[in-house]
């Protein structure tokens, strides 16, 4: 009994927090990355130079700081353009959707990950993070209404309260 009631609030705390599976990185691997890049500045190939800069920015989109989020998705957006293949374009796209998902933009990481899907349909982590973005949607309008809801009872008890003190002095 007490294993079913354990499993029946975890499944409640995860509705509530999210409960996504999309990794988080730390600010000590950040600041790895970040020595990296700053490191790699001369006699490192252009190759490695970008590579650097992809683990840098995918750091930054999965912290949990929206200062290190916005400033992964400034880099990723900046370098967009620069892709010399379109599974560069597609890696760079989905830390994109990831960083605008953290950031709680939905519909532009919901878009992001649509375009990751074009380029590469049968793309598995697009397609969960897809999922992941419309099941967020989805669970934001159900909190949405609920919350609807519970004002309109709230404001019709108080109304039937004032209502039923008037009558009682009368």
Known sequence: MDAKMGKFFDSIGA???????????????????EREVAEGGSGVSDENKNESIMRLSWALVHSRQPEDVQRGIAMLEASLDTSNSPL?????????????YRGGDYSRSRQLAEECLQIAPDWRQAQSLKKLIEDKIAKDG??????????VTAVGL?????????????
């Open 88 to 100: 560069q374009t597609r890696e760079k796209l989905y830390l994109l959707a990831v960083g605008h």
């Open 15 to 33: 509705f509530f927090n999210g409960g996504d599976h999309l990794p988080w990185c730390d600010r000590d691997v950040i600041a790895g990355c």
């Open 142 to 151: 159900v909190i949405g209404i609920g919350i609807a809801a519970t004002a």
């Open 158 to 170: 108080l109304a039937g309260g004032i209502v039923a003190a008037l009558v009682r002095k009368k």
